[in-house]
């Protein structure tokens, strides 16, 4: 594993009695890169993901995530990932501030290093006046921005984002991502499931699983050129034909 | 690798771990103060029970256990038992016990009433025209000892009509002790009932809608991917409602003392430890049923229909638990707040000590341990 592989996998299975939902999955993803993770619902992304995130123990196969092996060293795994997930999910009864603390403290971040980090980020998201709302009053977008930021805030090696877009508008979508590229731009490896074809395109390698397997791995444009699609839309249906399992 | 700049390996600070907890914690309290209508039914809940249970409801009685003890065994006396055998109210335990074992009995709640004929009852019938008996009552639930007592009463006053019907009028007087509860107070069995209801409402219904509303927002999916760890969300959880179960516990005790003269006869701390242990109980209860439900509303469900309608009527505080058919009687031994209802009646009204209750605390020792054993279980399942 090089200096510059922070997910790597090698066969890496996940077995539900006779289903097994993730198929010897092998792949690495570079430091600083944003690599989609894609397939329809029921292909196994999840599942990988929790992998990936120490949540769950693979059946069979190898994993190393930020330098940490997935079987033997999960807690040091979750100290160096952040993770967001398709619902919202911060606390909506907090203030915005009490939000930031929490998170950051359940990290073990030194108090004052979560007072100067948080003035710093709410500077960033031009959220200083709202700093005292709760969060449950904030508009949608800014949530998301929000909820970005939090998961983020411990300064992870890797950020893992479970179809983060889900229900939101097209400009606050487009926002989103440039968050994401100034985290990449910073640093931060982002790895990303998503529905969304346009966002496949934002990326800088994909994966597409079908059944457990992963059919395609690639830049877009490769993508493109080895299925002679237009739009990664294309290049999606092509490979999502042949599943067996149905979304679930 | 300036992540590892954040995070020396190997090195953890002393004390991150209860910095941790402290910030759960404290983040669990601002839910709970910023949820004004849940604090609000909270606190006023055992106070509105208090009063509505005042109303106390009257039983029917079948079998209650009755002692005779005859110290003159004369035809007279022998008479009036054999009324009382065939009376399907009581079953009839004939002994020749003195007053300490009387009082054992009691203590031990294997009699509800006792009936003492003295030496030459007959004799002075007889020759005086008037004699004595003595009617003792376990008036710890009010309503069974009032109509006991009544019942009996009506039993002797038929003998000696009986008696009388051709002869010179006989009189029977009948002493009446209603022993550890004298003014037949119904407070003294519905205060121990609310405080075992309020307790384990808040616990179980507060506890398990907390962790399963988490999971419903999908910050506990947050919560497990960092690296605090997981029992800590449950310890954490838990001690919001575990402190808030005191203070109500606390509001409870005052009220029915001193707003409704209700007796402390025993150790206070006993009583705390015993409610501690209860409040545990029902903690690891909460916490089995949100591992077990996915959202707010089914825990909500079961909590209700799981705790509530079961504490209402096999704690005993409602339905005395003697007059229920077996199978009922069984299954009460499963509600926790039963043998908590028994530990409370023997401390505060009859004053007992450790000795008396140790089984009651043991079985909801046991209990928690079960429920506390099963839930972790299951929540290390649930992370695989």
């Known amino acids: ?248 | 690798m300036r992540c590892f700049l954040n995070w020396p390996e190997g090195r953890k600070e002393r004390g991150t771990d209860m910095k941790q907890l402290f910030t759960f914690v404290k983040k669990e309290f601002k839910h709970v103060m910023r949820d004004r209508k849940t604090l609000l039914l909270l606190f006023g809940l055992p106070i509105v029970q208090i009063v509505l249970f005042g109303f106390a409801l009257t039983n029917e009685i079948k079998d209650a256990r009755l002692i005779i003890v005859d110290y003159a065994k004369d035809d007279a006396t022998q008479q009036i038992t054999e009324k009382f055998r065939t009376n399907s109210s009581f079953n009839i335990e004939e002994s020749i016990l003195g007053a300490v074992e009387i009082e054992e009995a009691f203590k031990r709640g294997t009699v509800k009433i006792a009936l003492i004929f003295p030496h030459n009852f007959e004799q002075e019938l007889i020759h005086e025209g008037s004699a004595q008996v003595q009617l003792i009552a376990d008036a710890t639930d009010p309503n069974t000892a009032t109509t006991l007592v009544n019942h009996a009463n009506s039993i002797i006053r038929d003998y000696q009509q009986a008696l009388s019907t051709n002869k010179p009028a006989k009189s029977i007087l009948i002493d009446t002790r209603n022993i550890y509860n004298p003014e037949l107070r119904g407070t003294t069995n519905f205060v121990p009932g609310v405080m075992a209801l309020v307790l384990l409402l808040i616990c179980v219904l507060m506890t398990s809608v907390s962790i399963v509303k988490e999971k419903e927002n999908g910050t506990m999916e947050i919560l497990l991917v960092s690296p605090f760890n997981p029992f800590m969300v449950i310890l954490a959880k838990a001690v919001p409602y575990f402190l808030l179960s005191i203070v109500n516990f606390s509001v409870i005790l005052f009220l029915s003392i001193f707003l409704l003269d209700m007796p402390l006869n025993g150790s206070i701390l006993l009583l705390f430890a015993a409610s501690l242990l209860l409040i545990l109980t029902a903690l690891s209860l909460g916490l089995l049923i949100s591992n077990s439900t996915a959202s707010q509303q089914a825990a909500m469900l079961i909590s209700l229909m799981g705790m509530l309608l079961p504490t209402m009527m096999f704690t005993g505080f409602l339905f005395p638990l003697e007059n229920m058919p077996t199978p009922l009687q069984v299954i009460a031994n499963v509600v926790p707040s039963k043998w908590y209802y028994i530990i409370v009646k023997d401390v505060m009204i009859k004053g007992l000590g450790f000795s008396a209750v140790w089984k009651e605390m043991l079985i909801l020792f046991g209990m928690t341990s079960f429920l506390l054993i099963i839930s972790i279980k299951k929540f290390k399942t649930r992370l695989t």
């Open chain 1, 1 to 248: 594993m090089s200096e510059d592989v922070v997910i790597w996998t090698n066969k890496l299975t996940k077995r539900f009695g006779d289903f097994v939902a993730t198929n010897e999955i092998t792949f690495d993803v570079n430091r600083g890169e944003i690599f989609g993770f894609l397939g329809a619902n029921g292909a196994g992304k999840t599942t990988a993901m929790r992998m990936l995130c120490g949540l769950s123990v693979p059946s069979s196969g190898e994993g190393m995530v930020a330098g940490f092996d997935v079987y033997k060293q999960a807690e040091r795994i979750k100290k160096n990932i952040g993770y967001m997930s398709q619902k919202f999910s911060l606390y909506e009864d907090l203030t915005v501030a009490e939000n930031i603390r929490f998170f950051g403290g359940i990290y073990g971040i030194a108090r004052k290093e979560i007072k100067a980090r948080s003035t710093k980020l709410l500077k960033q998201l031009g959220l200083e006046e709202q700093k005292d709302q709760l969060v449950g009053a904030l508009p949608l977008g800014w949530k998301q921005k929000l909820a970005f930021s939090v998961a983020i805030f411990h300064d992870p090696q890797i950020v893992f984002l479970d179809e983060p877009t889900g229900g939101v508008d097209p400009v606050t979508r487009r926002q989103f991502w440039d968050q994401i590229y100034a985290a990449s731009d910073d640093g931060i490896t982002v790895f990303v499931t998503t529905h969304y074809m346009d966002e496949a395109e934002y990326c800088n390698r994909i994966s597409m699983m079908v059944d457990g397997y992963i059919k395609a791995l690639d830049t877009p444009t490769n993508l493109k050129k080895a299925y002679k699609a237009a739009s990664m839309d294309e290049v999606f249906f092509e490979l999502a034909r042949g599943a067996k399992r149905k979304g679930d």
